[in-house]
C-alpha cells in the first residue's frame, strides 16, 4: 500500500522559511514525476511545482524564486523548500506521486499559514 505523509508546516510570519517533506512508502519516488500542490480556502488546487525522475524541475510563476522542490531518493523523499513567504502562500499543500496514468498517490496534505 502506497503511502504518502507531508509534513513541515505551520505558522510562520511574512518573509519566513519553511521546508515541507513528503515522505513515501509502499512506492520508490525516484521513479514518479512528484509535485507539491496548494489550495487555500475557497480556491482550486494549483499545482505548485513539479520534480521528475531525471531532475528538471519547475516552479509556477508566483513562487518562482522563493520555492524550490529537490528529491532525495535514498531518502525517498520530496522536499519543498519556501523562502520570503507571503501571507497569499496560506493554503493546505499536498504532494502527489505521479508513476502513471493509473497510478497517482496524493498525500493528506500539510497546513501553511503566513501571517502579516
Known amino acids: 500500500q502506497v503511502h504518502l505523509v507531508e509534513s513541515g508546516g505551520g505558522l510562520v510570519h511574512t518573509g519566513g522559511s519553511l521546508r515541507l517533506s513528503c515522505a513515501a512508502s509502499g512506492i520508490a519516488l525516484r521513479f514518479c514525476i512528484m509535485m507539491w500542490y496548494r489550495q487555500a480556502p475557497g480556491k482550486e488546487r494549483e499545482l505548485v511545482a513539479s520534480i521528475a525522475p531525471g531532475g528538471s524541475s519547475n516552479v509556477v510563476d508566483s513562487v518562482k524564486g522563493r520555492f524550490t522542490i529537490s528529491r532525495d531518493n535514498a531518502q525517498n523523499t520530496v522536499y519543498l523548500q519556501m523562502n520570503s513567504l507571503k501571507p497569499e502562500d496560506t493554503a493546505m499543500y499536498y504532494c502527489?506521486?505521479?508513476?502513471?496514468?493509473?497510478?497517482?498517490?496524493w498525500g493528506q496534505g500539510t497546513q501553511v499559514t503566513v501571517s502579516s
Open positions: 502527489k506521486a505521479f508513476l502513471s496514468a493509473e497510478f497517482v498517490y
